[in-house]
């Protein structure tokens, strides 16, 4: 009789995966009001979170860095490289406040810009990095 494992291996997740899991982990942590300071109370109106996960598909044939814009995108913030035909995913405002984020190839030469602005949406948007315009 062969004795039964007492415990089931998961799997672990490694690059986009693990980075996507994280993202989404903490995405709960936020809606969730973890650390948050207000109240918990919110009225049957508010159907949609003030922060919504974008997932952010690299559909080019090289490798980018994508990186945060604060006011404008002479100021830089967060950054993170996406392979090709990879994915990540960010949190970003869903309250009617514009966005950018920065696009880069590898030597650090601009490519183009990616500007959104989200209001109380309830599914989780994509946006392809090949959909970058101007930078302003």
């Known amino acids: 009789m062969k004795a039964r494992p007492t415990a089931r291996a998961r799997p672990v997740l490694r690059g986009g995966a693990a980075r996507l899991t994280a993202a989404a982990s903490a995405l709960v942590l936020v809606l969730s009001g973890c650390g948050s300071s207000h109240s918990s109370t919110r009225t049957a109106a508010a159907k949609a979170s003030p922060y919504v996960l974008l997932a952010v598909r690299n559909d ?52 183009g810009c990616i500007y959104r602005k989200f209001e109380a949406i309830t599914r989780q948007p994509t946006v392809l990095i090949s959909s970058m315009g101007a930078c302003e």
């Open 60 to 111: 080019t044939p090289s490798a980018v860095r994508f990186l945060q814009c604060l006011a404008t995108c002479s100021q830089l913030h967060e950054r993170q490289t996406i392979a090709a035909g990879g994915r990540t995913a960010v949190i970003v405002q869903n309250d009617g406040t514009r966005f950018g984020y920065l696009v880069e190839d590898a030597a650090g030469r601009r490519l």
